[in-house]
């Protein structure tokens, strides 16, 4: 007997939770499908829309304007404008005061921890006090420890962008850390949990030993940039704690994987599944499908060995890219391998890249082709299923790293496929 839901979404990164949420919002019974983690993990939690246009220019100021101009096979001109700002409605609904942005169709200009600057729709609270549009000047704290967040380089960086502050940056020693491989996650749950730290002369709490050591470095700045890694669980406590303890606004620096802001962001979507009373099943692939007459009738999943049936009304294809494992290369071909929908590729492996390093390369938009109702197409343009709609990642028809779409896209994408999914149930 299979497992039977109304909705069944397949993956569960931005794109599948997004849609998973939506379907629910509809009433029905919906099941969230995941295998391994997602690249929330890695991400930095920013949400950007749309920061460079293809050809290259930018950083856009106002992505919304931008998505006119898309070619008419990209993700964003398939669901259309208007469903880009409702997606974006819906996830600042779901994610609350843990993110701000909301308030403007502007892109906010964020510095990252190289120092470059990056243009993002929305991005979290603990950013918001870091962005390079804010005069007041600005030091930036790195740690011994974690090499990945050069503070004096990343300072140096920002001043030649020419923002419009004064920025320095230091290294210290983390308070109770002296490994250089710590996980990020150590250094949070020394800040949730204030644990105690030896500071040499007796014991004291990590928020307060970090606070001494920032404040002797302290001179104007009216704000202290620092890696993301202020806590996990109690993020906002203890932010606001260093606050209170420096006397300045205190900010996180978006910065390379393993990424705690998108973790948290994570969190909450999770959160709000279980909320929404989405049925989710993790660590488990979908391995193969039955169909009959065009449309699914069930996938079957590999739980321990054993092929499982579970069956919906309505799929969403969710899996992500090549590096959340939806789309598959090797030698002689580009493959969506649960549901072997077409992925558009030039048969010979080296039209796949261009000469130049940082040139357009074809695979950076290898993915499902789909219509305008997000339906995978076959080879020569029919239906692949009736049932099926792809979002996010697994998507042909843009480039994330090039033009800073990657969340944007899933957000969007997911977000109509899993509200047409459920609005199809309900007919
Ligand atoms: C290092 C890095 C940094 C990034 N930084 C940014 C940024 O700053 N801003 C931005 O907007 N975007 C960024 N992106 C891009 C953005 O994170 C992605 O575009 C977006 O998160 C993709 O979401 P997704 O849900 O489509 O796919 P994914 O997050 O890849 O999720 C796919 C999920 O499907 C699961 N899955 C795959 N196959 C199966 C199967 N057979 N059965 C069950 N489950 C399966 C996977 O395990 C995974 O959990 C970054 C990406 C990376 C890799």
Redesign the pocket.
């Known amino acids: 007997m299979a497992i039977t839901d109304d909705v069944l979404v397949?993956?569960?990164?931005?794109?599948?939770?997004t849609a998973a949420l939506a379907a629910a919002e509809h009433g029905h019974r919906v099941r969230l499908?995941?295998?391994?983690?997602?690249?929330?993990r890695?991400?930095?939690?920013?949400?950007?829309v749309l920061g460079y246009t293809l050809g290259g220019d930018g950083p856009l100021s106002n992505p919304f304007t931008a998505l006119e101009d898309l070619p008419e096979r990209h993700p964003y001109s398939l669901v259309g404008r208007e469903a880009v700002r409702d997606a974006l409605h819906f996830f600042d609904a779901v994610v609350g005061d843990t993110y701000a942005g909301a308030h403007t169709n502007v892109n906010a200009l964020v510095p990252t921890s190289s120092g470059s600057i990056?243009p993002?729709a929305r991005y979290p609270a603990a950013v918001a006090p870091g962005l390079a549009s804010d005069p007041r000047d600005c030091l930036l704290v790195g740690f011994a420890t974690l090499p990945d967040f050069c503070a004096p380089l990343a300072a140096d960086h920002l001043l030649d962008t020419g923002v419009p502050f004064d920025v320095r940056g230091v290294t210290l020693s983390f308070p109770g850390i002296r490994r250089d491989d710590a996980k990020v996650t150590r250094y949070a749950h020394i800040l949730d949990r204030d644990e105690g730290v030896d500071i040499g002369r007796g014991t004291t709490s990590a928020r307060a030993a970090l606070a001494a050591l920032v404040r002797e470095h302290l001179e104007d700045e009216a704000r202290v940039g620092f890696p993301p890694i202020l806590g996990d669980d109690n993020h906002s406590v203890v932010r606001r704690d260093l606050e209170e303890r420096l006397g300045v606004d205190v900010f996180e620096v978006?910065s390379?994987?393993p990424?705690l802001p998108?973790m948290r962001l994570e969190d909450r979507l999770y959160e709000a599944l279980e909320a929404a009373g989405v049925r989710v099943t993790t660590g488990?692939?979908?391995?193969g499908y039955e169909a009959t007459d065009g449309r699914i009738e069930h996938v079957l999943?590999d739980r321990k060995g054993q092929d499982v049936p579970y069956q919906a009304g309505e799929y969403v294809l969710?899996?992500?890219?090549l590096?959340?494992?939806?789309v598959r290369s090797d030698r002689d071909r580009v493959y969506e391998?649960?549901f072997d929908c077409h992925v558009d590729h030039a048969p010979d492996r080296y039209d796949w890249f261009d000469g130049d390093a940082f040139g357009d390369h074809p695979f950076a938009s290898f993915g499902v082709t789909v219509d305008d109702d997000l339906r995978p197409l076959t080879a020569d343009g029919g239906l692949e299923f009736e049932n099926v709609r792809a979002?996010?990642?697994?998507l042909s028809g843009y480039d994330?790293?090039a033009e800073?779409?990657?969340?944007?896209?899933?957000l969007a994408t997911?977000f109509v496929a899993g509200d047409r999914a459920g609005a199809e149930v309900s007919r």
């Open positions: 397949i993956g569960g990164g931005l794109a599948g939770a499908l995941t295998y391994k983690q997602s690249t929330l890695h991400a930095s939690g920013l949400i950007d990056k993002t978006p390379g994987p990424s998108g488990v692939p979908v391995v999943v969710a899996t992500g890219g590096v959340g494992k939806g391998p649960i979002a996010g990642g697994v994330f790293a800073k779409s990657g969340s944007g896209v899933s997911g």
